[in-house]
């Protein structure tokens, strides 16, 4: 069973940086795809960064472009964001999501909440 | 960024029906489709993948067609567990998300 599990929820302050993991099981890890996906509260869901199998290739969404790294170490099926210059409306639930063969998202965690106030 | 326009942005329907929710790209996608459930407090789980494929354990009363910038996902006798947002998304060029459609049992 495929199993995606996202951690590092918390509040922090405007400027400040924060770090996401999303551990992976039941499944290669090392053969796919994966993506950060964040949701604000009552909001739609954006597509925010994503990353080859073999960490060849990355990109982003506009909006976190030169804030926001995606990264991952297929040694230890985790899946990382690195998030600087946090803003307020960086405030969503942040979900990790597996790519299929194509760019649509064929498994999700469970997402993990990050709010950026002061 | 090819924009994804959904509607309605709610529905209310009855146990039984069949209801429609539509999908319209800014441009063509060539099939490049996903629908997506969202059920309160979870994650979005796939639906359809290549704008009429099922997913697997996806019953089989989704259904999804469409092409070029139109899209539709048709959920027959509507039960009270389909009850959930809908969403759906491109996936031609970097992935963008519609703004959802809200399901709920009349």
């Known amino acids: 069973e495929v199993q995606l599990v996202e951690s590092g929820e918390g509040l922090v302050q405007p400027g400040s940086s924060m770090k996401l993991s999303c551990v992976a099981s039941?499944?290669?890890?090392?053969?796919?795809?994966m993506n950060w996906i964040r949701q604000a509260p009552k909001k739609g869901l954006e597509w925010i960064a994503l990353?080859?199998?073999?960490?060849?290739?990355?990109y982003y969404a506009d909006s976190v472009k030169g804030r926001f790294t995606i990264s991952r170490d297929n040694s230890k099926n985790t899946l990382y964001l690195e998030m600087n210059s946090l803003r307020s409306e960086d405030t969503a639930m942040y979900y990790c999501?597996?790519?299929?063969?194509?760019?649509?998202?064929?498994?999700w965690g469970p997402g993990t909440m990050v709010t950026v106030s002061s | 960024d090819i924009q994804m326009t959904q509607s309605p942005a709610s529905l209310s329907a009855s146990l039984g029906e069949t209801v429609t929710i539509e999908c319209r790209a800014s441009?063509?996608?060539?099939?490049?489709l996903a629908w997506y459930q969202q059920k309160p407090g979870k994650s979005p789980q796939l639906l359809i993948y290549?704008?009429?494929s099922l997913h697997t354990g996806v019953p089989s009363r989704f259904s999804g067609s469409g092409s070029g910038t139109q899209y539709s996902l048709k959920i027959n006798s509507l039960q009270s567990e389909d009850v959930a947002s809908y969403f759906c998304?491109?996936?031609?060029?970097?992935?963008?998300f519609g703004g959802g459609t809200k399901l709920e049992l009349k």
């Open positions: 990353i080859y199998y073999d960490s060849s290739s990355k």
């Open positions: 039941g499944f290669t890890f090392s053969n796919y795809g």
């Open positions: 290549n704008a009429n």
């Open positions: 999501a597996k790519a299929s063969s194509l760019w649509y998202f064929d498994f």
């Open positions: 441009e063509d996608i060539y099939n490049g």
């Open positions: 998304q491109q996936y031609y060029d970097y992935p963008t």
